[in-house]
């Protein structure tokens, strides 16, 4: 089996940073595509940030010049550093991965953390 597990959410004022880490574990030959989307209640879940290898990024405008997505393919992390925080960031995030088993290729969802960004 093949877990992503989220870590890094908790509460954090307006204008500050929060460091959100995705770890992949289990029998994973290669990873593909990683992104972050978010979930904020009563809206639909976005695409926040996604990186392909290891350089190739995109961001929504939402995020852009606030957000900066990494991973470290040694570990099989995925990373999002959140800084300039405002309100309207509050949600859930939820990292997700096209990857590559020995026997087959499967798309997979981490359970979600939670971002607060509340004074």
């Known amino acids: 089996q093949v877990h992503l597990v989220e870590s890094g959410g908790g509460l954090v004022q307006p204008g500050g940073s929060l460091r959100l880490s995705c770890a992949a574990s289990?029998?994973?030959?290669?990873?593909?595509?990683m992104r972050w989307y978010r979930q904020a209640p009563g809206k639909q879940r976005e695409l926040v940030a996604r990186i392909i290898g290891g350089s190739t990024t995109y961001y929504a405008d939402s995020v852009k010049g606030r957000f900066t997505i990494s991973r470290d393919n040694a570990k099989n992390t995925m990373y999002l550093q959140m800084n300039s925080l405002t309100p309207e960031d509050t949600a859930v995030y939820f990292c997700n991965a096209d990857l590559r088993t020995l026997e087959r290729y499967l798309e997979v969802w981490g359970q979600g953390t939670l971002v607060t960004v509340s004074s």
């Open positions: 289990g029998s994973i030959f290669s990873i593909n595509a």
